[in-house]
């Protein structure tokens, strides 16, 4: 059975995805707790994923997904992985990697510093080899790179994806999962010198086939409204010319909400009590959404007040609750699941009756929560 871990890390992300074929898949790393704090309760990532590697019979991950280069989403990449750019980041219990996946703004950027300078030249060395990689969107920039490494674009075709594709390694048939690539746009970087990490970011819809049932699961990664806006308006003028099934690139059981629940992922304005999310946003949660929807929020706990300014935002905790009740679905918190004082990671398996929740105490079996009824 196919299932999802979201660890709790503060506002950060790390999901582990468990497929049915016993691939494991992680979407970001982002390894935040201080050891040294025992006050601290984000979770021993290292640990944790070291126990499921052993657990799955597995000793390196088939994909690992950078979504972007930012601290929260990769603190800790160069401790623990093992890399083929540099024999300081190799043996030692490290744990390989079959394939990255990036975003090409993860390749293009320059000056950068500690792990996120670590992934581009992981990524880079990838790349001019030929292997082990993927690269998402294919900016001129990227063709200029590879053309200043001696290597045509054409050459290297088979591991760039578009948006607006799927990702040809993973299959329905072959191994109960797809990838669809919403974003980055290549046209946004053709457009612009400056990288913006967050908008430029690597965002996936995965499908999961179980049964009779596909449950469709979003990563947001840390886009702002207007490129989600830019992903529903794109989609549905495909769906005009290609027929509706392409709509279902849209709908979702499952969301990895954006920015560890800012407002910015809605709107431009926070909002008095609740963020009012732009139509196009609106029509994402509200028409696109499926009955029993799961929204989770990689965050700290929602705050009762505004004296932070940075997320999670009350305001736009609360639209998302209201799409919950609504659907009459649940929404989740990374760092108050199952409560604020003791987190443990949110576990999301996917079955023929699409996602349910599962709560994994610490030395307890681990109990199922009962979906939420279905419309219908």
């Excluded at 744990?95 to 703004?105: F, G, H, S, T």
């Excluded at 910015?264 to 949660?285: C, H, I, M, W, Y």
């Excluded at 736009?316 to 108050?336: D, I």
Aim: proline share 6%; with cysteine; hydrophobic share 40%.
């Amino acid at each position: 059975m196919p299932k999802l871990t979201f660890y709790p890390l503060g506002n950060a992300d790390c999901c582990l995805i468990q497929t049915r074929d016993n691939r494991a898949i992680l979407i970001d790393y982002a390894d935040m707790r201080n050891p040294d704090d025992p006050a601290d309760k984000r979770a021993d990532l290292p640990a944790l994923l070291r126990q499921a590697l052993k657990d799955m019979g597995k000793d390196a991950f088939d994909v690992v997904a950078i979504t972007h280069v930012d601290k929260d989403h990769v603190c800790g990449f160069a401790d623990f992985f093992h890399l083929e750019w540099a024999n300081r980041y190799q043996g030692n219990g490290r744990i390989k990697i079959r394939e990255l996946w990036v975003p090409a703004a993860a390749i293009l950027e320059s000056n950068l510093e500690d792990d996120a300078r670590v992934v581009r030249q992981e990524a880079r060395r990838r790349l001019i080899d030929g292997r082990g990689i993927r690269v998402f969107s294919r900016p001129e920039a990227l063709k200029d790179w590879l053309a200043g490494e001696g290597i045509k674009v054409d050459q290297r075709r088979s591991l760039i994806s578009d948006a607006g594709t799927l990702v040809p390694t993973l299959t329905l048939a072959a191994n109960g999962v797809e990838f669809f690539v919403h974003a980055p746009f290549g046209t946004r970087l053709n457009e612009t010198e400056v990288i913006d990490r967050n908008n430029d970011a690597l965002v996936l819809q995965a499908t999961f086939l179980e049964g009779t049932e596909n449950t469709r699961v979003f990563f947001g990664a840390d886009i702002n409204y207007d490129v989600l806006v830019k992903i529903v308006e794109k989609t549905e003028a495909k769906a005009a010319g290609h027929g509706p099934s392409r709509l279902d690139r849209l709908r979702n059981d499952v969301v990895g909400i954006s920015h560890h629940c800012s407002y910015n992922a809605l709107s431009d304005s926070k909002g008095t009590n609740k963020t009012a999310p732009q139509e196009a946003v609106l029509r994402f949660f509200e028409a696109y959404g499926q009955d029993g929807i799961v929204l989770v929020s990689t965050s700290k706990p929602i705050p009762v007040n505004d004296d932070d300014v940075q997320p999670p935002h009350r305001q736009a905790a609360a639209y998302y609750k209201a799409v919950a009740a609504a659907k009459r679905g649940q929404f989740r918190v990374t760092m108050e699941h199952p409560k604020e004082s003791a987190p443990k990671p949110l576990v999301v398996e996917i079955t023929a009756q699409k996602a349910k929740v599962a709560s994994v105490p610490a030395g307890a079996t681990a109990i199922i929560s009962a979906p939420a009824p279905r419309a219908g």
